[in-house]
């Protein structure tokens, strides 16, 4: 089987972006998503649909979110969106496909 890693920083603002596509025949093996931003935004996270500010997984600065099937968990395969309370925010993402 071929691992398919991928490590990105992203500017996240008030407008919702997608994180990462759902991702069909592959297996999310493992998903991280930190928030690295130098401020005080907020960012949200949501699976399946568009984030929304003050609803879902909310990551402060310094926060993280870790799925991994190697932790005895399997990752969603759906799409991955986010959004901040401000602008400025960034996104440190994580992601393996096998």
Known sequence: MEFIPRQITLAVSTTVIEVSPETGIRQRLAISLANASAGA???Y????QNA???SG???RPGASWVEAIDQAFHPSNLRITVIADNAGAVLA???RLG
């Open 41 to 43: 935004q907020i960012i």
């Open 45 to 48: 996270l949501a699976w399946g």
């Open 52 to 54: 929304a500010v003050g």
């Open 57 to 59: 997984i909310a990551l």
């Open 93 to 95: 993402v994580h992601e």
